[in-house]
C-alpha cells in the first residue's frame, strides 16, 4: 500500500512495478493539465458609486466579509474585503503530482532476479499549468468611492512535480524517466485611461506568487549492465501587468470578447486620487533537480549460503537417517560460520568466469524562463482634483529564485576474472533567463506634488552540475569516467522611464519631486563539478583510466529590447518641480 499518500496527499498519481525472474518490464505515464480563466471586471459604461459619508476602512483594514458557499474548498473562510469599492480577481492552484516506477516498501519498482534477468523501467510525469487573472475597470465606466478604491489581481501557484524510477536486474538493469513542468500565467490588474475615477485613494496591482518544484530522479542496480537516463525540464512565462491605459483586449486573453474596443465614451476621462499605486509584483522560488545513480556489480553475494548434498542415501534406513542428520547439521554450521567470516572481512566467495561489468548513469535539467513585471501609466490624465500634495507611484518588482541542479553517480564494481569494470556518468543542467521588469510613463499628464516611476530586480539564479564515477573489485582493466556541465544564460532586463509626457504639480501648493529608478541586484551562480575515483585491482596499474571533465559557460548580456539597466526621462515636460532623481 502506500499508506494513504496517493489517496490523501497527491493530486495525481500513476506508478508502475514488475517482478519477474527474467523479463521484468513497468512503464507509468502521468499526465496532468489545468486551465484557469479568472475575471473581475466593470464593465463600459457602469457606473459604481460609493453611497455614506467616509471611508468604511478600518483600523484592521476590513470593510466587510462575505461568507463563500462550503463548495468552494480551499477558498477562505469569510472572505474579507479590504476596500470602500473593490475590483478583485484570484487565482489559486495548489497540487502534488507524482508518476514513476518504484515501490513503497521495496524502492525498487521493477526487478527481475535470474542471472540472464532484465529490468527496464521506464515513466513520463507531464504537467501543464495555464491560467489568466483579470480585472479591471474598462472605457467609459464611472467609479467614484469616498476612501479606497483596489482593482486587483493574484496568482498563486504551489506545485510539486515528482518522478521517481527505480530498478533492479541480476543481469541488465535499464531506467529511463522525463518530468515535465509548463507553467503559462497571465495576471492582469487595470484601469481603463477612458474611464472617469475618483477616490482618495487608488490602487492597480498585479500579482504573481509562484513556488514549483520539479523533481526527476532514477535509481537502477544490475549484476552485469546498467544503464539510467533521467531529464527535468521546465518551461515557465509569467506575465503580471497593472496599469491605467488601453485596456479592450485584457478580457480576450480568458477567453470573451473584448467589451469596449468600438466603444464612444460618454463620460469624461480622467483619475482624481490623492494617492495613486499601479503596482506589478513577481515572487516566488523554481526548482528543477534530476539525478542518476546506477550501480553494476557482479561480485557473488557472501550473504547467501552455499548448496550442500544431503548425505543420507534416498532409501537409507533408521539408523543411517539419524547419523546423516548430524552430519548435514554440521556441514550447515561449518557453512553459515564460513559466511558469516566472509561478511566481516569482506571477502569474496568465489571468482568469476570474464564478463564486464558496466554502469553509466546520465541526468539532465534544462530550466527555461521568462518572467514579465511591467507596470505603467498611458494615454491618460491623473491628478487630484480637491487639490493637495498628492503621490503617483508606478513600480515594477521581480524577486524570483531560479535554482537548476543535475546530478549523476555510477558505481562499477567486479569480481576477480571479470575482464572490464567501467563506471559511467554524465550531468548536464541548462539555465535560461530572459526576464523583463519595467515602469513607465509615457503619453500622459500628470499632476502630482510626488511621481515616482520605479522598476527593481533581485534574487538569484544558481546553475549546478556535478558528475560521480567511481569503479571498484578487481579486473583486469579498468575505466572511469565523469563529466558535468553547466550553461546558464541570462538577458535580463530593468527598464524605468518616462517618456512624451507632461509632469508637473499643482501651482497652489509645494513644488514636486520626480524620482526615476531602475536597479538590478539578481546574484547569479554557476558551477559545475566532476569526480572519478578508481579502487580496482589490475594486474597492470596503466590499464586503470580514469577521466573527468567539467566545464561552464556563463552568458550575461542585454536583452533584446534595450538596456540591461535604464532609468530615463525623453520627450517630456516638467514644471512646478523642486527636484528630478
Known amino acids: 500500500?502506500?499508506?494513504?499518500?496517493?489517496?490523501?496527499?497527491?493530486?495525481?498519481?500513476?506508478?508502475?512495478?514488475?517482478?519477474?525472474?527474467?523479463?521484468?518490464?513497468?512503464?507509468?505515464?502521468?499526465?496532468?493539465?489545468?486551465?484557469?480563466d479568472t475575471t473581475a471586471w466593470v464593465g463600459s459604461g457602469a457606473t459604481l458609486t460609493q453611497t455614506g459619508s467616509s471611508s468604511c476602512v478600518s483600523a484592521s483594514g476590513t470593510c466587510w466579509?462575505?461568507?463563500?458557499?462550503?463548495?468552494?474548498?480551499?477558498?477562505p473562510q469569510p472572505y474579507?474585503?479590504?476596500?470602500?469599492?473593490?475590483?478583485?480577481?484570484?487565482?489559486?492552484?495548489?497540487?502534488?503530482?507524482?508518476?514513476?516506477?518504484?515501490?513503497?516498501?521495496?524502492?525498487?519498482?521493477?526487478?527481475?532476479?535470474?542471472?540472464?534477468?532484465?529490468?527496464?523501467?521506464?515513466?513520463?510525469?507531464?504537467?501543464?499549468?495555464?491560467?489568466?487573472?483579470?480585472?479591471?475597470?474598462?472605457?467609459?465606466?464611472?467609479?467614484?468611492?469616498?476612501?479606497?478604491?483596489?482593482?486587483?489581481?493574484?496568482?498563486?501557484?504551489?506545485?510539486?512535480?515528482?518522478?521517481?524510477?527505480?530498478?533492479?536486474?541480476?543481469?541488465?538493469?535499464l531506467n529511463g524517466m522525463a518530468s515535465i513542468l509548463e507553467i503559462d500565467n497571465t495576471t492582469s490588474a487595470s484601469i481603463s485611461s477612458l474611464a472617469q475615477i475618483s477616490a482618495a485613494f487608488v490602487a492597480v496591482n498585479a500579482e504573481q506568487?509562484?513556488?514549483?518544484?520539479?523533481?526527476?530522479?532514477?535509481?537502477?542496480?544490475?549484476?552485469?549492465?546498467?544503464?539510467?537516463?533521467?531529464?527535468?525540464?521546465?518551461?515557465?512565462?509569467?506575465?503580471?501587468?497593472?496599469?491605467?491605459?488601453?485596456?479592450?483586449?485584457?478580457?480576450?486573453?480568458?477567453?470573451?470578447?473584448?467589451?469596449?474596443?468600438?466603444?464612444?465614451?460618454?463620460?469624461i476621462a480622467g483619475l482624481s486620487a490623492f494617492d495613486l499605486a499601479v503596482t506589478a509584483l513577481t515572487v516566488g522560488r523554481m526548482t528543477t533537480v534530476s539525478v542518476a545513480a546506477q550501480s553494476a556489480n557482479n561480485i557473488p553475494d557472501p550473504a547467501e549460503t552455499p548448496e550442500f548434498l544431503k548425505t543420507a542415501p534416498p532409501n537409507a534406513d533408521f539408523l543411517t537417517k539419524a547419523a546423516s542428520f548430524f552430519v548435514d547439521a554440521g556441514i550447515a554450521l561449518l557453512l553459515n560460520t564460513t559466511v558469516a567470516i566472509n561478511n566481516l572481512t569482506d571477502k569474496v566467495s568465489g571468482p568469476v568466469n570474464g564478463g564486464n561489468v558496466i554502469a553509466g548513469a546520465g541526468s539532465a535539467s534544462v530550466d527555461l524562463t521568462s518572467v514579465a513585471t511591467a507596470a505603467w501609466i498611458a494615454g491618460a490624465s491623473v491628478g487630484y482634483t480637491p487639490g493637495g500634495n498628492n503621490h503617483v507611484t508606478v513600480q515594477a518588482l521581480n524577486n524570483t529564485i531560479i535554482d537548476t541542479a543535475s546530478g549523476a553517480a555510477a558505481l562499477s564494481k567486479g569480481a576477480p576474472g571479470t575482464d572490464y569494470t567501467v563506471a559511467i556518468a554524465g550531468a548536464v543542467a541548462v539555465t535560461t533567463s530572459n526576464n523583463m521588469t519595467t515602469a513607465k510613463?509615457?503619453?500622459?499628464?500628470?499632476?502630482?506634488?510626488?511621481?515616482?516611476?520605479?522598476?527593481?530586480?533581485?534574487?538569484?539564479?544558481?546553475?549546478?552540475?556535478?558528475?560521480?564515477?567511481?569503479?571498484?573489485?578487481?579486473?583486469?582493466?579498468?575505466?572511469?569516467?565523469?563529466?558535468?556541465?553547466?550553461?546558464?544564460?541570462?538577458?535580463?532586463?530593468?527598464?524605468?522611464?518616462?517618456?512624451?509626457?507632461?509632469?508637473?504639480?499643482?501651482?497652489?501648493y509645494s513644488s514636486g519631486n520626480i524620482g526615476i529608478f531602475a536597479d538590478q541586484q539578481?546574484?547569479?551562480?554557476?558551477?559545475?563539478?566532476?569526480?572519478?575515483?578508481?579502487?580496482?585491482?589490475v594486474p597492470d596499474p596503466s590499464k586503470s583510466v580514469g577521466v573527468g571533465v567539467s566545464m561552464t559557460y556563463a552568458f550575461i548580456g542585454d536583452p533584446s529590447n534595450g538596456a540591461a539597466v535604464s532609468a530615463v526621462l525623453s520627450n517630456s515636460k516638467v514644471d512646478q518641480t523642486n527636484s528630478l532623481t
Open 80 to 173: 474579507a474585503w479590504t476596500s470602500d469599492i473593490q475590483v478583485a480577481a484570484t487565482t489559486t492552484n495548489s497540487s502534488i503530482n507524482v508518476g514513476g516506477n518504484f515501490s513503497w516498501l521495496k524502492l525498487f519498482g521493477t526487478n527481475s532476479t535470474s542471472t540472464e534477468g532484465t529490468a527496464i523501467g521506464g515513466s513520463a510525469n507531464v504537467n501543464i499549468f495555464h491560467s489568466n487573472t483579470v480585472a479591471g475597470i474598462g472605457a467609459g465606466a464611472k467609479v467614484t468611492a469616498i476612501g479606497k478604491l483596489a482593482v486587483t489581481a493574484n496568482t498563486s501557484d504551489l506545485i510539486y512535480a515528482v518522478a521517481p524510477t527505480s530498478g533492479k536486474g541480476s543481469g541488465l538493469g
Open 209 to 267: 506568487d509562484i513556488s514549483s518544484f520539479n523533481v526527476a530522479g532514477g535509481v537502477g542496480s544490475a549484476a552485469a549492465t546498467g544503464v539510467g537516463m533521467v531529464a527535468a525540464l521546465v518551461s515557465t512565462s509569467l506575465n503580471t501587468r497593472a496599469f491605467v491605459g488601453d485596456n479592450s483586449t485584457e478580457l480576450s486573453a480568458t477567453g470573451a470578447t473584448a467589451n469596449d474596443s468600438n466603444l464612444t465614451p460618454t463620460v
Open 1 to 36: 500500500g502506500s499508506f494513504g499518500v496517493v489517496s490523501n496527499i497527491l493530486t495525481s498519481y500513476a506508478n508502475a512495478t514488475a517482478d519477474s525472474a527474467s523479463l521484468g518490464i513497468s512503464g507509468a505515464v502521468n499526465y496532468f493539465e489545468v486551465s484557469t
Open 522 to 537: 539578481t546574484k547569479i551562480g554557476i558551477g559545475a563539478g566532476s569526480l572519478y575515483a578508481g579502487f580496482v585491482s
Open 65 to 75: 466579509s462575505t461568507t463563500l458557499p462550503v463548495s468552494l474548498a480551499g477558498a
Open 441 to 508: 510613463i509615457w503619453q500622459s499628464t500628470i499632476s502630482a506634488y510626488q511621481t515616482t516611476v520605479q522598476a527593481l530586480a533581485g534574487g538569484e539564479s544558481t546553475t549546478l552540475g556535478l558528475a560521480v564515477a567511481v569503479a571498484a573489485g578487481s579486473a583486469n582493466s579498468s575505466i572511469q569516467a565523469a563529466a558535468s556541465v553547466s550553461v546558464a544564460q541570462v538577458t535580463d532586463g530593468v527598464q524605468a522611464n518616462i517618456d512624451s509626457s507632461t509632469i508637473t504639480s499643482n501651482a497652489s
